[in-house]
């Protein structure tokens, strides 16, 4: 009430600075008194403060700065390390989540502006930095809503998740949510709603498609073993099999198209 009544009360002095306002066909001649400074109301104990955000700029938030137009290079720093973002307070994590949020907008917009113009967009990496360093907070924020759950009430505070089939039959990881209708009040029973005939095509394809790349891959990294045996016959192989653990590196050595033209292979 307390507020209200400044508020009518502010309302009535303006309305009677007003009314001594006259005009005259010469100047504009003003019998205002003198007014003392207006004192922001007070803030009572069921009332929230007053307060204003910061001037709006322009468009020019989603462009780059002056200096930097038409640069080849752009000197830049490095992404975010989690490390570094565990020690800032969530005030902090808050502000510089916008501040990363308004970085990838502009980054994204100069590159769009580069592909319409047909010119280099300079230090491309700029995008996967500030990527990266959003992607690191959000882990890290995780982290403490986490903490702050398991801590209160035992648990994570995250919705469930499990393994579901989904309509096509494709087993996928998808968070639990709240449906209209119980699974056991459905017309069609759970165990055959995947079991249609355009399903079924689907899976057998989908199975030929992965089998075929999974083939062509395997295939594709026996051919460049073959080609390092050849070249060097006397690398390390425990080495070489570490970096390509997919395949036998000491029975494709043995392979005929494993010997290359050396003196040790011509006896």
């Known amino acids: 009430m ?33 007014i003392s400074v207006f004192h922001p109301l007070r803030v009572g104990k069921y009332t929230a403060g007053i307060h204003t955000s910061t001037n709006l700029r322009n468009l020019s938030e989603f462009f780059d700065d002056k200096k930097n137009w038409g640069e080849q290079e752009v000197k ?17 994590l808050h ?6 949020l308004k970085e990838r907008n502009m980054l994204l917009t100069m590159e769009h502006d580069a592909k319409q113009e047909y010119r280099l967009f300079p230090n491309p990496e ?23 759950w398991m801590l209160e009430t035992g648990e994570t505070g995250e919705r469930p998740a499990g393994v579901i089939t ?3 039959g494709i087993r996928r990881r998808r968070q639990f949510c709240q449906h209209f209708i119980p699974s056991w009040m459905h017309h ?5 709603i995947h079991r249609g005939a355009a399903v079924c095509k689907f899976q057998r394809l989908m199975r030929e498609k992965n089998f075929v790349t999974k083939r062509r891959y ?20 425990e080495a070489l099999q570490q970096q390509y653990p997919e395949v036998d590196v000491r029975l494709l050595r043995k392979h005929k198209k494993a010997r290359g033209h050396h003196l040790q292979n011509e006896a």
Do not use: C
């Open 76 to 92: 830049v720093g490095r992404s975010w390390k989690k490390d570094e973002l565990r020690i800032k307070s969530n005030d902090d």
């Open 218 to 237: 395997y295939r594709r990294v026996r051919g460049h073993v073959y080609m390092l045996w050849r070249r060097f016959p006397n690398m390390n192989v």
């Open 95 to 100: 502000k510089l989540w916008f501040v990363l």
């Open 188 to 192: 069609r029973k759970k165990e055959t």
């Open 126 to 148: 700029r995008i996967d930095k500030v990527e990266d360093s959003m992607k690191n907070l959000e882990d890290v924020v995780v982290e403490r809503n986490r903490a702050y």
């Open 166 to 168: 989904d309509d096509l």
């Open 2 to 34: 307390s507020v209200l009544r400044q508020t009518r009360a502010l309302f009535s002095t303006l309305a009677t600075t007003l009314s001594r306002l006259h005009v005259s066909h010469t100047s504009v001649v003003t019998t205002v008194p003198a």
